[in-house]
């Protein structure tokens, strides 16, 4: 049964209750002034007072018929209204239902947009408006994030049929140099292909979560990334307090040195210097990471963790990164329900700052 008819059905009957209390109070009241059977005196005597005074079973007789007929008036009104006024009320949850049925069938971008006042049903709908509008964008960055996946990793592979092309053509070249280009040109898509899975995992929440101190994490990032920085003349100074959090010791260690490496490859060669903090404060531990470098502009700076996203738009052909460093550090942080903060500093560098829930004691 539908709730439009259980709706009429409820209030055809509730008019009908009310209509049959109504008449069996008029009823009681009416037998209270009308005795059983009537005896009228005459004065005098034997006259006939020419008066009609009904008794009870003629009230009865002249009111059952418009008591009945204003019963069945009632139902008709009742079930008539009831299912008018249940259409109008239920109105709103058709267009709710189709605007889901759209959304199942894959029409994102249709909105109920519900007109009237704020009530339940204008809520629900706002409610689901919402849903559809974040789902949406959710849909549009995920083929965004494919298509640019795609071109990146075509690239490595355009450039090894370049290389084999150039090769095939000339076949007396150099093959030693052909195999360290394609091999390095290999380390690339691997690295890309290596980047993409751990973006997945990260943004899929199920690792193994334990005890990490940041302060310790940072201190072995460093350790692997010193001869890198020492190759370029840089300096790194780490230093802090414990930073104790609860998260995967692989990811936070991927995080951290993704954001060292960042620190030092985009640096001044030779006269640059990074340092790496870690800190507790309150509920939250920090760590912060800062170097010196070209000055970036705000707005810029803003859109760097974006997937495939490389600030000066140069690649150097000595640390080709793959572009999704700080969008990895973003999937971890939020993988951890931490925040990441990246402000330029004035003049010169960045300063990049993750904070991270602390670890209950
Ligand atoms: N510590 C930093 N100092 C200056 N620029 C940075 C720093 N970290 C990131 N960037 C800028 O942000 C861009 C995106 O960084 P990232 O996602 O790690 O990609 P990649 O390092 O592979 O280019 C970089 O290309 C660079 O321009
Ligand atoms: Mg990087």
Redesign the pocket.
């Known amino acids: 049964m539908s709730v439009r008819l259980r709706l009429t059905l409820s209030y055809a009957g509730f008019i009908l209750l009310a209509g049959a209390l109504l008449l069996a109070v008029v009823w009681v009241f009416l037998l209270r002034y009308v005795p059983d059977a009537v005896l009228i005196a005459s004065d005098p005597p034997g006259r006939d007072p020419g008066l009609f005074v009904p008794n009870r079973s003629d009230l009865l007789r002249a009111f059952a018929p418009r008591a009945a007929a204003a019963s069945a008036f009632l139902l008709v009104f009742g079930l008539a209204g009831g299912w008018f006024l249940a259409g109008r009320m239920l109105a709103p949850l058709a267009r709710i239902t189709d605007a889901t049925r759209m959304a199942a069938s894959g029409s994102l971008s249709h909105r109920i947009r519900l007109p009237g006042r704020e009530d339940e049903f204008r809520e629900l709908a706002d409610a689901f408006d919402g849903m559809l509008a974040r789902l949406e964008a959710h849909v549009a960055e995920q083929r965004r994030f494919a298509a640019n996946a795609s071109h990146e990793l075509r690239t490595p592979l355009t450039v090894t049929q370049t290389l084999l092309d150039v090769a095939r053509r000339d076949p007396d070249r150099d093959t030693g140099q052909l195999v360290d280009r394609l091999h390095a040109v290999n380390t690339w898509a691997i690295d890309l292909t290596e980047a993409l899975l751990l973006l997945t995992r990260a943004d899929q929440r199920s690792f193994p979560r334990g005890h990490v101190d940041l302060s310790l994490v940072a201190e072995e990032a460093t350790e692997t990334l010193l001869p890198l920085a020492e190759g370029r003349g840089l300096t790194i100074e780490t230093s802090g307090d414990i930073a104790p959090t609860m998260g995967s010791h692989p990811l936070l260690l991927q995080m951290t040195t993704?954001?060292l490496?960042?620190?030092i490859?985009?640096?001044f060669p030779g006269q640059g210097a990074v340092w790496v903090r870690t800190g507790a404060r309150g509920r939250s531990v920090t760590l912060t990471?800062g170097?010196t470098?070209?000055e970036?502009a705000p707005r810029l700076v803003s859109t760097?963790?974006e997937p495939f996203?490389?600030?000066?738009g140069r690649i150097h052909a000595d640390h080709v990164?793959?572009?999704?460093?700080?969008?990895i550090v973003t999937s971890i942080t939020e993988a951890h329900d931490g925040t990441l903060t990246v402000t330029p500093r004035a003049g010169d560098?960045?300063i990049?700052t993750v904070q991270l829930p602390a670890a209950p004691s």
């Open positions: 993704n954001l490496h960042n620190a490859v985009h640096n990471v170097n470098g070209e970036l760097l963790a996203r490389r600030g000066t990164g793959v572009g999704l460093g700080l969008a560098g960045l990049v």
